[in-house]
């Protein structure tokens, strides 16, 4: 006798079925594993989508659910036994979507006027990555978001964050001021003495080409510091 978990879709009862639970309901009734059921669309001769989609979300060993998926790889995906290529690749383009509609939404709407706002509109993005990743967020002269860009991706030394490629992209983007975001994975967003001394020398270069630094505000987990309101930036 087969357990429930390899039922096949058509032996599902009606309201556990993905497709007619969204038609009667909407898509917004859909479970997080109905909702990755659906575009995964098929299982195999013994488990059922929804089944993979279960241990999908259950993939990475350190983010369940949902913020598992934007941590998997195609690598990753393949290694669930009914996965394969094509599902795997549908899974990552689906999440890449996610994220660009998310980023295209905000962008026209953000303003980045405070390190709050700022810290808030990263946090989300920013708290969970496993490496080191420098973002900056180029602004008009409203604080509004024209564009941001990741300049960086590692341990942040002083060598590496050039001010003269940061500024050169503030020159590109015709921003009037920018703001220097990054993350420490360990969650505690504590400035390091290398933090301190980018900040200073982002600072000193963006007087010299009249594109001046709003903030480098550093993002822990669910928490932030901004450098601005230590005083290492002065008005």
Known sequence: MREKNNYTMKELPESE???EKCVRLGAGALSDAELLAVIIRTGTT???SLSLAMDVLKLHPAFQGLMGLQHLTFQDLIKVRGIGRVKAIQLLCAVELSKRLARETKEKLVRLDSPW???SYFMSEMRCLEQEHLYVAYLDAGCRLLRYQVMFIGTIRTSLASPREILRTALQYDAAQYMVLHNHPS????PSREDIEIT???TDASEIVGIPLMDHIIIGDNQYISLRERGFIED
């Open 200 to 202: 200073r020398r982002l």
């Open 17 to 19: 079925k993905p497709y």
């Open 46 to 48: 013994e488990r059922t």
């Open 117 to 119: 706002e700022a810290a």
């Open 187 to 190: 969650g505690d967003p504590t």
